[in-house]
């Protein structure tokens, strides 16, 4: 679960980067996150690297 935790965490931490590093790109994760509208999308792209940094920091102890 902790693996699981860190992927959801780094691929959220990528997103939320992405739209910054290179702006007029169009990346297919974000542009079908962005489908609901913008806000929308933030929110997912949010929700997404909070899951995975409370599963991270969740079972982290835990072997």
Known sequence: ????GLALFLIGLISLALPFISPGTRHVLLTWVDNWGSTVGWLIRGGITLLGLALWLGFKNRE
Do not use: A, D, F, S
């Open 1 to 4: 679960m902790r693996e699981l």
